[in-house]
């Protein structure tokens, strides 16, 4: 039995960490309310054909960024939670991973940049400014991908208040750059990727500067994190690949099949998926680290699944519903000329409440390592790009929306399979029943 001082330490404990989790939510939100701002103002200010330019250099930086990640943070997140409490090992583990990361991540930037190159071009930009959005979106890439490994070590720290202040101070940099641009009448594509670059520079000089009193980066590298980098990058490559794939395809045949103007319309009503952004950082910065430091029990580990994924559908169909009565008002934020478009909107939002409950799903299973079986992915996302391409119009906003919306459920139905499979080999492996 535990005395009643050690009771009141542990109630202390987790009153703090409640109050933590409370502010950092609340922070999160006030950073995703401005940068929710910073996106309507670009929007507002930008003509059509260079918010399509600027829409298609953010999404490869996501979509490469996430290629780039090649798993590392799914084994850092699995083999740093068991070494926490060990510095030096702790910080061979993650100097372990930098290492693997920038090895691994130069080929995959530059095949990026020149894809942002090339769909720039094939939508019509200029050569000279193509290349020099190519040029911004290299850089950020790269500060973008160095800055994954670090902010996985605070994560899994459980440091909070530094993710949040970080968040609340990078975005608040943001809208004062964004307005100035607008205030100078200056806001074209590349500009407005540079302060996209320097927010990202930003961020990757303050998680490092805190991260360096914590780690030792001078730590020697382990052979076997290396290896187990190489298995969690075998293991989700193909998915991350088809992913990507999948989700640059859009672009892809937008640029193609579709026009300039669908895709501006698109991007901009995905503009309000950021509410979203909010529940996936606190169930990426939160909940799955707390998920990866949880013992190997197997209806906890379900509960806690279940109970992360039911409240995040609860919370994404409420979102859904209040999009759908609102839409007018929402329309009316981006301007006159996305007027109109409220059912385009409705099955946008509708898209992406699926598709943010397939990711954070995928955070809980990459924060356990359960990463197998995710090549099903493939198959199902090749009868969705067969069936899209075949039943649904691109060339019009609403056959458009409905084509990225459908999107969303070969990932889901994924994340399910890994998850049931993770937990089946933690029953073989413990024998705890179901």
């Known amino acids: 039995m535990k005395d009643s001082k050690t009771l009141a330490t542990e109630s202390t404990a987790r009153g703090k960490l409640v109050g933590s989790i409370g502010r950092y939510v609340v922070s999160q939100g006030v950073a995703q309310a401005i940068a929710f701002l910073t996106g309507i103002l670009i929007v507002r200010s930008m003509p059509k054909q260079d918010y399509a330019y600027y829409s298609i250099a953010v999404s490869m930086i996501a979509a490469t960024a996430l290629v780039a990640e090649s798993g590392l943070n799914s084994a ?14 702790l910080s061979s583990l993650f100097v372990s991973g930098m290492r693997f990361r920038f090895i691994s991540g130069i080929p995959i930037v530059l095949i990026g940049t020149s894809l942002v190159c090339y769909l720039l071009l094939e939508n019509g930009l200029v050569l000279e400014q193509a290349i020099l959005c190519s040029a911004i979106v290299l850089c950020t890439l790269w500060s973008t991908v160095t800055t994954g490994t670090i902010q996985t070590f605070h994560r899994l720290d459980l440091q909070f208040d530094l993710i949040r202040n970080t968040s609340l101070v990078v975005s608040g940099l943001r809208l004062l ?9 200056l806001t074209n594509a590349p500009l407005v990727l540079a302060v996209s670059l320097a927010c990202a520079l930003g961020t990757n000089l ?30 989700t490559i193909p998915m991350t690949l088809m992913l990507v794939a999948s989700e640059q395809s859009i672009l892809f045949f937008l640029s193609i099949r579709g026009t300039p103007e669908v895709i501006a319309n698109v991007s901009a009503l995905a503009r309000f998926s950021i509410v979203f952004t909010i ?10 680290p707390m998920f990866a430091r949880t013992e190997a029990d197997v209806k906890l580990l379900l509960r806690r699944f279940l109970a992360v994924a039911g409240s995040y559908t609860l919370l994404a169909t409420g979102l859904v519903v209040l999009v759908g009565m609102t839409a007018p008002l929402l329309l009316k934020l981006l301007g006159e000329r996305y007027a109109g478009l409220e059912l385009a909107l409705l099955i946008v939002a509708a898209g992406s409440a699926v598709l943010n409950i397939g990711y954070a799903l995928s955070s809980l299973n990459q924060a356990r390592g359960w990463t197998k079986y995710s090549w099903i992915y493939i198959p199902l996302i090749v009868v969705w790009a067969v069936l899209g391409l075949s039943l649904i119009r691109l060339d ?5 929306a409905i084509f990225i919306a459908s999107q969303a459920l070969p990932g889901l139905v994924t994340q399910c399979v890994r998850f049931i499979a993770g937990l089946s080999h933690l029953k073989r492996e413990t024998g705890h029943p179901l």
């Open 396 to 400: 019009d906003t609403v056959g458009a």
């Open 177 to 185: 750059l964004v307005a100035g641009l607008i205030f100078a009448a």
């Open 76 to 89: 850092l997140m699995s083999r740093g939670a068991s070494v926490r409490d060990d510095k030096a090992r």
């Open 279 to 288: 529940v996936n950082l606190v169930v990426v910065d939160i909940a799955a």
């Open 206 to 235: 303050i998680l490092k500067h805190f991260a360096a009193r914590r780690l030792d980066f001078r730590a020697p590298r382990n052979p076997k994190d290396r290896s187990a980098f190489g298995v969690s990058a075998r293991r």
